[in-house]
């Protein structure tokens, strides 16, 4: 049994102990679903675990996975969250390992065990008890949260993008919003439908892009009532000088200059010290009408990560470790994706929360887990940057690649790099379906879209 709440019915397998063939099979517990640990997961099954090598098990609150950088287009409507989500129970079934439902709130280093909370339906309804997990091998891979530094209102009246749960009630908001302006008596109130998005990194930038096409079609569908170019208007906050601080200047100039063709309202040097029920108040005095407001100014380590039996953790509470990705006090446990903070050689500072580096670091320790088997040294894992984009939409899509890839860094926008940018959807699930199904499943998507609304209207 992988779950019980001691480990005396086996001994632990430790990283400078030969593979036996007749020993009992490494238990490998992955805690996170998300890019990083579901690729993991599937990986190691369909090595490992498929030639019973070690026992693979992913742990995660959720029941289905969504690529984390489509959550902007759910959040806009113009991606339907149940035709993307990928079962857990289902990969599991079909890569060898093993999948439970739970969310991490402890960990024991000394008895090798995780803890996981209860889990209950919406009518509160117990579905799983409280209970430990026994592992040789822990990985953590639980992403980051948005950090809203402390700002008032925040919590109350904004929406965070950081799970499909969230992209989903984000967007209802949104269609009742319109419909409830459609309907009401008296004409549209200054302000009623304006969407206020505080930060303008890549997810408050793409998603500034999305809604003004997507706002515009679900109004197309019968809401005469509102004339979206007077009605309709998006704000984008950001409390550096430009959008897309953490990207080169000439990707946040091309994107400024596209967004300031669909009227986005652009607020540079502009922090936003408080969220109200009716819109956002900023530091410089000045007030933001909205009726809907999305957070997505930086980001944090969960909670959690530093109430895990004395791991190190950094000033945004992400586990700190080493190159080998192990963390820095307790080589048995690794962390890869947002929630850890590796170092690039150098003194180049940390590897960025990027969907790349989750990809990089999973194909990693898919190749370096067989050499921890056998009480091989793990060789250290180098992020390489393929260069950075950002999706506008239909509109446009800006980036540059990197020149190890082109011989050159260059920039790049329009069909290329939409090409491009949906290239790295297609790796994610390559890595998680293979090459064949990916084609297959592609062609699906894109005949049943030609029977249904290009936004979503419920």
């Known amino acids: 049994m992988l779950e019980t709440a001691?480990?005396?019915?086996?001994?632990?397998?430790?990283?400078?102990?030969?593979?036996?063939?007749?020993?009992?099979?490494?238990?490998?517990?992955?805690?996170?679903?998300?890019?990083?640990?579901?690729?993991?997961?599937?990986?190691?099954?369909?090595?490992?675990?498929?030639?019973?090598?070690?026992?693979?098990?992913?742990?995660?609150?959720?029941?289905?996975?969504?690529?984390?950088?489509?959550?902007?287009?759910?959040?806009?409507?113009?991606?339907?969250?149940?035709?993307?989500?990928?079962?857990?129970?289902?990969?599991?079934?079909?890569?060898?390992?093993?999948?439970?439902?739970?969310?991490?709130?402890?960990?024991?280093?000394?008895?090798?065990?995780?803890?996981?909370?209860?889990?209950?339906?919406?009518?509160?309804?117990?579905?799983?008890?409280?209970?430990?997990?026994?592992?040789?091998?822990?990985?953590?891979?639980?992403?980051?949260?948005?950090?809203?530094?402390?700002?008032?209102?925040?919590?109350?009246?904004?929406?965070?993008?950081?799970?499909?749960?969230?992209?989903?009630?984000?967007?209802?908001?949104?269609?009742?919003?319109?419909?409830?302006?459609?309907?009401?008596?008296?004409?549209?109130?200054?302000?009623?439908?304006?969407?206020?998005?505080?930060?303008?990194?890549?997810?408050?930038?793409?998603?500034?892009?999305?809604?003004?096409?997507?706002?515009?079609?679900?109004?197309?569908?019968?809401?005469?009532?509102?004339?979206?170019?007077?009605?309709?208007?998006?704000?984008?906050?950001?409390?550096?000088?430009?959008?897309?601080?953490?990207?080169?200047?000439?990707?946040?100039d091309a994107a400024t200059q596209l967004l300031k063709s669909l009227r986005v309202d652009i607020r540079t040097n502009s922090k936003a010290t408080e969220v109200r029920v009716d819109g956002v108040q900023s530091a410089d005095g000045g007030f933001i009408p909205s009726e809907l407001m999305i957070w997505s100014a930086g980001v944090k380590g969960p909670d959690v990560l530093s109430r895990l039996d004395g791991l190190e953790t950094n000033r945004i509470g992400q586990l700190v470790v080493a190159q080998t990705l192990q963390t820095t006090r307790d080589p048995d446990i690794f962390a890869i994706g947002d929630c850890a903070a590796c170092p690039q050689p150098g003194g180049a500072g940390d590897v960025p929360p990027r969907a790349q580096a989750a990809h990089q670091e999973a194909s990693h320790l898919v190749k370096q887990f067989p050499r921890r088997l056998k009480g091989e040294p793990l060789k250290p894992y180098v992020y390489h940057d393929f260069g950075s984009l950002v999706s506008l939409g239909r509109f446009s899509t800006v980036g540059n690649l990197m020149g190890f890839l082109v011989g050159k860094n260059f920039f790049i926008e329009g069909y290329f790099a939409r090409l491009m940018y949906r290239s790295l959807y297609k790796m994610h699930e390559a890595a998680l379906h293979g090459v064949a199904n990916v084609i297959l499943s592609s062609i699906g998507r894109s005949f049943r879209r030609r029977d249904a609304p290009m936004v979503k209207l419920h």
């Open 6 to 252: 001691a480990n005396d019915h086996k001994p632990s397998v430790t990283s400078d102990r030969a593979f036996k063939e007749d020993a009992p099979l490494h238990e490998i517990v992955i805690v996170g679903g998300g890019a990083a640990g579901l690729e993991l997961a599937t990986g190691l099954g369909n090595t490992l675990a498929r030639r019973k090598r070690a026992r693979i098990t992913l742990v995660d609150k959720a029941r289905a996975h969504l690529w984390k950088p489509l959550l902007h287009s759910v959040a806009a409507g113009s991606l339907d969250f149940d035709e993307h989500a990928l079962d857990y129970l289902a990969q599991a079934h079909w890569h060898h390992f093993g999948y439970r439902f739970g969310e991490l709130i402890g960990l024991d280093r000394a008895r090798k065990q995780i803890q996981l909370a209860p889990t209950h339906d919406e009518e509160g309804v117990e579905i799983t008890p409280p209970r430990s997990l026994h592992y040789d091998t822990l990985v953590i891979a639980i992403g980051s949260i948005t950090n809203d530094f402390g700002t008032p209102g925040v919590s109350q009246h904004a929406i965070p993008l950081e799970t499909p749960e969230q992209a989903v009630r984000f967007n209802h908001r949104l269609v009742n919003a319109c419909i409830r302006a459609d309907a009401q008596p008296g004409p549209v109130r200054p302000g009623q439908l304006h969407v206020a998005i505080v930060g303008a990194g890549a997810t408050g930038t793409e998603l500034a892009a999305e809604l003004h096409r997507t706002t515009r079609e679900v109004v197309a569908f019968g809401l005469d009532r509102i004339d979206p170019e007077r009605d309709i208007h998006i704000t984008l906050i950001e409390a550096a000088d430009r959008v897309l601080p953490a990207l080169p200047p000439r990707i946040s």
